[in-house]
Nanobody
Framework: QAQLVESGGGLVQAGGSLRLSCASS????????MAWYRQVPGKQRELVAG???????RFNDSLKGRFTISRDDAKNTLYLQMNSLTAEDTGVYFCKAIDNFASATWGQGTQVTVSS
């Protein structure tokens, strides 16, 4: 069973940047796709960005090009670069991996707080 551990969250001022990391305990090349989700209290968890093993990416339309998702197979790590952060980006960010059998693994989440 793979384990995913997110890091890189924290407190940042509006307009700032953060890079989140998601480290996998197994080779990420075994995953069909990986993604970042975020959740704020009282709202459903929403997709932020996803990437397939062939590096096809997709993004939440509301992000307007501010976020970039990437993967480093050599380090077994998924990244989310977040720029021009606003208070609306505050939430808990989760990493998710889908294997070839459509089984999902989630990380424990990392808190991002953007002060306005």
């Amino acid at each position: 069973q793979a384990q995913l551990v997110e890091s890189g969250g924290g407190l940042v001022q509006a307009g700032g940047s953060l890079r989140l990391s998601c480290a996998s305990s197994v080779s990420i090349s075994r995953f069909d796709s990986m993604a970042w989700y975020r959740q704020v209290p009282g709202k459903q968890r929403e997709l932020v960005a996803g990437i397939t093993r062939r590096d096809t990416t997709r993004f939440n339309d509301s992000l307007k090009g501010r976020f970039t998702i990437s993967r480093d197979d050599a380090k077994n790590t998924l990244y989310l670069q977040m720029n021009s952060l606003t208070a609306e980006d505050t939430g808990v960010y989760f990493c998710k991996a889908i294997d070839n059998f459509a089984s999902a693994t989630w990380g424990q989440g990392t808190q991002v707080t953007v002060s306005s």
